[in-house]
């Protein structure tokens, strides 16, 4: 599978942990960054006009890299920032 969007990255390894644990993720919640192969969350392009469009389809909160959520001005998701794979998964299952 290719998927060219890096953005995505993050939200793949939650499905996979989603589907491991067999616990499903929170409907309402947005996952995007970019993951590298240590673990780090990297921030992506065009995250404003993508979580206002989130916002619009019924998403209340994003976990999204910490890079990302300091540059957002306002927005009406919960934005939680994250550095690692480690600290988004934990904001996403625990």
């Known amino acids: 599978m290719q998927l060219p969007e890096p953005a995505?990255?993050?939200a793949v390894c939650a499905a996979l942990v989603s589907s491991?644990?067999?616990?499903?993720?929170?409907?309402?919640?947005?996952?995007?960054?970019?993951?590298?192969?240590?673990?780090?969350?990297?921030?992506?392009?065009q995250v404003e006009p993508r979580l206002a469009e989130a916002a619009k389809m019924g998403f209340q909160r994003?976990?999204?890299p910490?890079?990302?959520a300091r540059r957002m001005e306002e927005t009406k998701l919960q934005v939680i920032g994250v550095e690692t794979l480690g600290e988004a998964l934990a904001?996403?299952?625990?």
């Open 8 to 10: 995505c990255d993050l």
């Open 91 to 94: 904001a996403m299952f625990d």
């Open 20 to 45: 491991l644990q067999n616990r499903p993720m929170d409907p309402h919640t947005l996952v995007l960054g970019e993951v590298g192969l240590a673990g780090e969350v990297r921030a992506v392009g």
């Open 62 to 64: 994003v976990v999204l």
């Open 66 to 68: 910490s890079g990302s």
